[in-house]
């Protein structure tokens, strides 16, 4: 069966450092792969999708990156921390083709930027 | 360009009571419509999708093309629907992006 895991599970980081948050799946090829925000009060917001191993599309223009360095690996990742970049960080996968398709979602990273 | 509304940020109900949350959508093409819902400590899930014109625990969503809407209903809500619950769009671009709604938190009183 496929699992999607996500680590940290939580992590405090100051302004100013860097980040690096991973998603890997298991038990799929080709998956489509998503990073979402969760805000409180304000829903899921879609940051970045990637349909391959290094294509990356980016949704919102903001302080984050990220890369598919491998099928079935997503990482989040930025250069220097803002305060606003607080939130949690959903990552899923979903079979690649029709748009009827379940997303499946990890567990989350709760991300405090102090 | 896709966007999904859910006016109603909480939703408190007795028990035993039915329940609507309601869901409305801007797209130009043929979506495809989801309810997601979170229950605490739980990972986000899928609970219905439209094309597959089921009911789960209860649950049921009929889309109205006409209002644009995917009304998300239950006839007697029970304690454990108490849960945070999405309404999701996903278009036929490439990559099949979700595009979530505001979401709804639904308490369930006993």
């Known amino acids: 069966s496929q699992t999607i895991h996500q680590w940290p599970a939580t992590l405090v980081q100051p302004v100013g450092s860097p980040l690096s948050l991973e998603c890997t799946v298991e038990?799929?090829?080709?998956?489509?792969l998503y990073w979402y925000r969760q805000a409180a009060g304000r829903g899921l917001q879609l940051l970045f999708y990637?349909?391959?191993?290094?294509?990356i599309s980016s949704e919102v223009p903001q302080n984050l990156s990220a890369s598919r360095p491998q099928d079935r690996q997503f990482i989040l990742s930025s250069k220097k921390l803002l305060l606003s970049d607080s939130g949690f960080y959903l990552c899923?996968?979903?079979?690649?083709?029709?748009?009827?398709?379940?997303?499946?979602f990890g567990p989350g990273t709760r991300l405090t930027v102090t | 360009a896709q966007r999904v509304t859910q006016p109603e940020k909480l939703l408190s109900v007795f028990k035993g009571a039915p329940v609507e949350l309601k869901c409305n959508y801007s797209?130009?093409?043929?979506?495809?419509l989801f309810w997601y819902v979170q229950y605490s400590r739980q990972r986000l899930q899928l609970l219905l999708r439209?094309?597959s014109r089921e009911s789960i625990k209860g649950f049921t969503a009929d889309l109205n093309k006409g209002e644009t809407s995917f009304h998300l209903k239950k006839p007697f809500a029970q304690e454990e629907d108490s849960a945070m619950y999405y309404c999701?769009?996903?278009?036929?671009?490439?990559?099949?992006?979700?595009?979530f709604g505001g979401g709804t938190r639904v308490l369930v009183k006993p």
């Open positions: 899923a996968w979903r079979v690649s083709g029709r748009a009827a398709y379940e997303q499946y």
């Open positions: 038990g799929t090829s080709n998956p489509n």
């Open positions: 439209h094309i």
């Open positions: 797209y130009s093409g043929s979506p495809e």
């Open positions: 990637s349909v391959g191993i290094g294509q």
């Open positions: 999701a769009l996903s278009g036929q671009a490439a990559g099949n992006k979700l595009t």
